[in-house]
């Protein structure tokens, strides 16, 4: 039976039924009634896991404590001074510990042996299968730091194609702390970013639960462990809960926890934290190690996407300015050079009656076509990104693309609560007489500044409610005085 022990402990790496073998069959050699093999965490003097045979509650509650208290000394119940099998009567329970040289990975326990006292054979047998459950312990955590590490190098790399595939900022936190939380197993992945006033807040969280009262819990500047996080180290948390340097209100609802920093050339993107519930084993020296490595590549892969966001941006930039260019260069400068000609001819046919007011209608026309052209570039001019939800944000919007064309930026100004008082059709309108009026403003001459006006405090004759937009340059008109302003207005 102890060959056959011998030779099954290690054939597969099923570590639970193979340690609750070693347990059955040391209780069916000595002939014990009780036993019991209890596996210590790796970085703890905690039982881990708790292998039993043949006890009642009661005495299973018996063994829970009897073997981490007694960790260190126990096994000198099982030997002699040389450490060698003793023929001297032994007590009532053997304890042999399970090691892998210098190593400790728990203890073996045996009591109650109906038919008398312990042997020295009883002893030699619980070492003989302690030493390989030490073996079995140790191959199968190498096996399962192993499988560890290869699942987060995959998640790394899953982690990084998926950003490099293009995503925006806030889907590439997501993607970071969702698969962050799943490798960690942790209850919650949690991003941080700085803030303004030198604390950090919670931008972003991954949780089975409702992240509702997570995301924007911040950090108050000064916090210990901000201290830490925002010198680029990690920091590692037993319990949230009552840790104190943990400053948030969340943090009642976690135990054991990591905050990685998200860095990358010295640059701090924000945080990781990866929490889990109150009562959950703690984190490991592999689990904290490979968490980590994890943080560094996403913190590079968030740097990388974000380099090549602005990179594609800018191609669509440079075509778009290169577009506006040609427009502006060979477009609009030959159809007003055709309208030159054709305003001379017309000028010269002003006695020819229709001729000349054929000629007239044309010379409009030009006049038309060239404004319409002029806003289309202003309008390439514009980000490629969505339009702004608001209409205050759209009138900026179109000022900030001009200015791109005008070398410098036309002030603004709001009168009254415009994002309320002009609905979507107004504000379409106001926004085409805008842009023909800075088209038109590009257009002339000497032109270094200009003021817009957005009203909406208007009054009409009937009392009605109206918004006038006023477009003011100080370029100069046709006849070579100062420009004058432009208005336009429409009821609400």
């Known amino acids: 039976m102890l060959l056959e022990a011998v030779l099954s402990i290690g054939s597969d790496l099923g570590l639970r039924a193979t340690l609750q073998q070693i347990v059955d069959t040391a209780t069916t050699l000595t002939g014990a009634r009780h036993g019991a093999l209890g596996v210590l965490e790796p970085d703890d003097d905690r039982t ?8 009642t ?25 040389d450490g060698e099998p003793s023929d001297a009567p032994a007590p009532a329970y053997l304890v042999a510990p399970i090691q892998v040289h210098t190593e400790l990975f728990g203890h073996l326990c045996l009591a109650g042996k109906s038919s ?8 030699a047998l619980l070492h003989v299968l302690a030493s390989q459950a030490g073996i079995a312990i140790g191959n199968a955590r190498l096996y399962e730091s192993a499988r560890q590490r290869e699942r987060w190098i995959e998640g ?15 889907d590439a936190l997501m993607t970071v702390a969702e698969s962050a939380r799943v490798l960690a197993g942790a209850s919650a992945g949690v991003i941080l970013q700085p803030t303004e006033e030198g604390g950090m807040e919670i931008v972003t ?19 210990p462990v901000l201290v830490q996080l925002l010198g680029g180290e990690p920091v590692f948390i037993d319990d949230s809960a009552t840790d104190p340097r943990m400053t948030t209100d969340v943090r009642s609802r976690f135990g ?42 996403a913190a590079l892969a968030l740097v990388m996407a974000d380099a090549q966001a602005d990179r594609e941006q800018l191609a669509v930039y440079e075509d778009r300015d290169r577009i506006a260019r040609d427009l502006h260069d060979l477009v609009v400068q030959r159809l007003f050079a055709t309208e030159m000609m054709l305003e001379s001819t017309r000028r010269r046919a002003t006695g020819e009656g229709e001729a000349g007011e054929l000629l007239g209608r044309a010379v409009d026309e030009l006049d038309s076509t060239i404004q319409e052209v002029r806003t289309a570039i202003f309008a390439l001019q514009q980000p490629p990104a969505e339009a702004p939800s608001t209409f205050r944000g759209r009138v900026l919007r179109e000022t ?13 100004h709001f009168t009254g609560a415009v994002d309320a008082l002009v609905d979507e059709a107004t504000g379409r309108e106001l926004l085409a007489a805008l842009r023909k009026a800075l088209a038109a403003a590009h257009r002339r001459p000497g032109v270094s500044a200009i003021e817009v006006e957005v009203d909406a405090t208007v009054r009409l004759a009937d009392g009605r409610g109206a918004v006038r937009l006023l477009v003011a340059d100080d370029g100069r008109d046709e006849e070579g005085g100062r420009s004058t302003t432009v208005t336009w207005q429409a009821p609400l």
């Not at 969280?205 to 916090?223: C, E, N």
């Not at 990781?272 to 904290?288: C, S």
């Open 116 to 123: 008398g006292p312990f042997t020295g054979t009883d002893r």
């Open 400 to 412: 900030g693309g001009a200015s791109a064309l005008l070398g410098f930026p036309p002030s603004v």
């Open 57 to 81: 509650e009661a005495e299973r509650r018996s063994v829970d404590r009897l073997l981490p208290e007694r960790r260190a000394g126990l096994s000198a119940e099982a030997e002699d001074g």
């Open 205 to 223: 969280a991954s949780t089975l639960d409702d992240p509702a009262g997570i995301v924007g819990t911040t950090i108050a500047p000064g916090s």
């Open 156 to 170: 790394a790399a899953a982690v990084t194609t998926a950003l490099l595939t293009g995503t925006n900022a806030a």
């Open 48 to 55: 881990e896991a708790l292998y039993r045979t043949g006890m």
């Open 256 to 297: 054991p926890s990591m905050m990685l920093p998200l860095q990358s050339g010295g640059r701090l993107i924000g945080t990781l934290a990866l929490p889990r519930r109150r009562g959950a084993p703690p984190y490991t020296a592999v689990d904290r190690l490979l968490a980590t490595q994890f943080a560094s590549q």
